[in-house]
């Protein structure tokens, strides 16, 4: 009954928003992301160009690779959605509200649930269409096959959504809600590291040839009959070979994503109030530290805080685990690379490998950044107002942020960077040169997180992880990843003119003078230009 009045105001905001003044300030935001999307699609249909080459082989690894994204994709929707339910339902500031309103508890549960579906499903939306343009256009699919493809996602985001509300409701009635979602951080990091034994387990572990690299990737499965994402590939992958579509597949897909919105409804009419009723959960008594006897100066009691706060929060601490986990797996997925038998796919393998490991490293440092650095302006919150009345300039607290929060990420990943590096048995040339240029990216990529955070903080937040998915962190994590990249391609491209490329010397001396200065000004660049922006925004917010 007051379904359409609670949708309405959100409704109103949107349209309010989209004005000819927000569209020139997000506009930056709109070309980078449209850049990103451009590449990402140029980046499929070369891979898709070249694996469809390969004849019959490429065909069946083409069709194992679509298979493997709607895998990848459910499981993140899944965990997605049970942490965003968990947070829309239990613990949204406006629940409160809402319940000392006459509100029917099945409006507000339907109102909940549109905000889960578009809250843990928007990254999705945003940057898995040019894969799917890429694939139709290489196949030279009709448009029955996009208006089917955005017909079963549909349904595939309203199946997941479904299963994560359920999970979220029986969850909350056994624990509270917030250590919920640590522990379901928890268990999808353990569901995680399973899943990698498992394909440690069909991989073999030291192929000897290309071939055997190969073959192990087409005896690879990546789904069953019985998920959602065997359903969708089996719906929609025969349009593209010009085949009728499987629609036994697309109405267990609709009939599926009908029953679990309707059994997330049914169990939160049983179980939401109830759950509501006991959510109150008791803080920890807080004891004395035993350097509180210390009263710090102004930058150090900046940092007394910030590792206070950071120790304090499970939410915070506890992805430290998920961070160690993810950098053992990647270093011990390296260490199992097959450099003996690459070397017959390229003489420079070595190079390739390198390329390629520093790469992998800038895209750890650019989430990790995202998650830790990015938020670091925004986790004061509402109580930033003690900083704005403080006697603390804005570089400095700036500053004073950069230094908590770089050193351990710039010592963990120069560390992954060079223990990789040794495995590859490269010249101590290479490996300077490759550490120097990872502690740069480390120090312009840190201080980009600090300085846009800085300019798009959100001070009021219900959990400070939607703050690292916001539009201003995905936003930085672009220009991060963009310089991470163009970085390597300057290298690469100096490299190849110096040793592979038929140039004269003065040429090469040119080369190396350019690309040296053309690095070092976009990454003191990428540094100095956020921080003194995030603290001219600040400045202004303090006035």
């Known amino acids: 009954m007051y379904l359409r009045l609670l949708i309405l105001p959100r409704v109103l905001s949107l349209r309010n928003s989209v004005t000819a003044g927000t569209a020139l300030r997000k506009l930056p935001i709109l070309v980078i992301g449209a850049s990103f999307w451009w590449l990402l699609y140029l980046g499929t249909i070369h891979l898709l160009t070249f694996v469809r080459n390969m004849g019959i082989p490429g065909e ?21 959605s049970v ?24 409006d507000l549960q339907w109102l909940k649930m549109i905000d889960t579906i578009l809250n843990s499903s928007w990254m999705v939306i945003s940057f898995v269409p040019p894969v799917f343009i890429a694939y139709g256009i290489s196949y030279d699919a009709s448009m029955f096959f996009y208006v089917l493809l955005m017909s079963g996602m549909l349904l595939f985001i309203f199946i997941a959504a479904g299963i994560g ?28 590291i399973v899943l990698y034994f498992l394909l440690k387990s069909v991989i073999p572990a030291a192929p000897g040839t290309p071939e055997e690299i190969l073959d192990s990737f087409l005896k690879f499965r990546a789904d069953s009959p019985l998920l959602p994402g065997f359903w969708l590939k089996s719906a929609i992958f025969p349009v593209l070979k010009g085949a009728h579509s499987d629609m036994f597949y697309f109405l267990l897909l609709l009939s599926n994503s009908a029953f679990f919105l309707l059994l997330a409804s049914r169990i939160g009419s049983g179980l ?12 920890a008594a807080t004891g004395r530290s035993i350097l509180s006897r210390w009263y710090p100066g102004r930058a150090a009691a900046l940092l007394y805080k910030d590792m206070n706060i950071f120790f304090r929060d499970a939410g915070q601490w506890s992805q430290l685990f998920i961070i160690a986990a993810l950098v053992w797996i990647y270093l011990n997925s390296f260490r199992t690379i097959p450099i003996g038998a690459l070397q017959g796919i390229s003489p420079n393998i070595t190079e390739i490998m390198l390329l390629l490991n520093m790469l992998m490293a800038g895209l750890v440092l650019t989430a990790v950044s995202a998650r830790f650095l990015f938020p670091m302006v925004s986790l004061e919150g509402e109580a930033f107002w003690t900083i704005r009345t403080a006697p603390v ?6 500053r004073t942020k950069l230094l908590y929060g770089s050193i351990p990420v710039t010592i963990v990943i120069t560390l992954l960077v060079y223990w990789a590096d040794a495995h590859l048995c ?8 490759s550490t120097a240029t990872i502690v740069m990216l480390c120090i312009s990529t840190n201080g980009l997180g600090i300085g846009m955070g800085a300019i ?12 690292s998915v916001s539009g201003g962190s995905l936003f930085f994590m672009i220009i991060a990843f963009g310089l991470v990249t163009a970085t390597l391609a300057l290298e690469a491209w100096v490299y190849y003119i110096l040793y592979i490329g038929q140039a004269t010397a003065m040429a090469r001396v040119i080369t190396v003078l350019a690309g040296t200065a053309s690095i070092l000004l976009i990454n003191t660049a990428a540094f100095y230009l956020p921080m003194k922006i995030g603290a001219r925004r600040l400045t202004a917010l303090s006035s």
């Open 426 to 433: 490269l010249l101590w040339q290479m490996m300077l040169i």
């Open 83 to 106: 942490i965003t339910a968990l947070s829309s339902y239990y613990l949204a500031k406006d629940i409160p509200f809402f319940l000392s309103r006459p509100v029917e508890i099945m």
């Open 393 to 398: 300039q804005m570089e400095k607290f700036l």
């Open 60 to 80: 069946i690894l083409s069709e194992k690779l679509f298979s493997v994204i709607f895998s990848g994709l459910f499981g993140f929707l899944l965990l997605s």
């Open 165 to 192: 509300i359920s999970v979220s409701h029986l969850l909350t009635s056994i624990f509270p809600a917030k250590r919920s979602r640590h522990m379901f951080l928890g268990i999808g990091l353990i569901l995680f």
């Open 272 to 283: 939401y109030l109830g759950n509501l009723e006991r959510l109150h959960p008791a803080s």
């Open 456 to 467: 798009y903080p959100r001070f009021k937040y219900e959990n400070i992880a939607s703050v």
